[in-house]
């Protein structure tokens, strides 16, 4: 796609985004998450970024807000959803999207990125199991999906000591988001 733009979503943008979450999971429950997501203050600092096609929203991405449990004093932020229309998948619209999303979290000093995602995808990304790493999700995830709980350092180069439970924004604060 060389006539891609990726820019951060404006006001005006709320219904492209939706439609392009619509259009990428054909149910309206991605939608209602986003939506709540984008009117959430306990979601800052946020990063939404929408992806365009010849003038045509074709992706759309969301970084939201955590904490770790215990409290510590590093910033991490949850990728998700990641939407992309069906005409424009499989032609890097959602890499594009995430690497965009990694240059501007680090620019804003976000150490960790978390996802509860496809385990074949988001290790291209670099992504591993975030459990292995001392990171448990926010609610207990289904066994044959604990690979699917992964995380990402944006900052390696800073000493680690980060470990405990990831607790998401108020929007993203309920089970039925995290049995994938």
């Not at 939706?18 to 984008?38: C, P, Q, T, W």
């Not at 992806?51 to 409290?71: C, E, K, S, Y």
């Amino acid at each position: 796609m060389d006539n891609m733009v990726i820019r951060e979503t404006l006001p005006g943008d709320l219904e492209a985004v939706l439609e392009v979450v619509r259009a990428a999971f054909g149910s309206n429950e991605e939608v209602s998450l986003v939506h709540d997501l984008l009117n959430d203050p306990s979601a800052e600092p946020r990063l939404s970024l929408l992806a365009f096609n010849d003038d045509q929203p074709a992706g759309h991405i969301l970084f939201t807000n955590a904490i770790l449990d215990p409290i510590q004093p590093v910033m991490i932020s949850i990728l998700g959803p990641l939407a992309v229309i069906p005409d424009a998948q499989k032609q890097g619209v959602g890499g594009r999207l995430i690497q965009e999303g990694f240059q501007r979290l680090i620019a804003a000093d976000i150490k960790w990125v978390f996802v509860l995602g496809h385990s074949s995808y988001y290790p291209r990304f670099g992504f591993s199991p975030a459990l292995a790493m001392g990171f448990d999700p926010p609610f207990p995830i289904p066994g044959e999906f604990t690979d699917a709980w992964m995380a990402i350092n944006l900052l390696p180069s800073c000493v680690e000591t980060s470990h405990g439970t990831v607790k998401p924004c108020n929007a993203f604060n309920y089970p039925q988001y995290w049995g994938e």
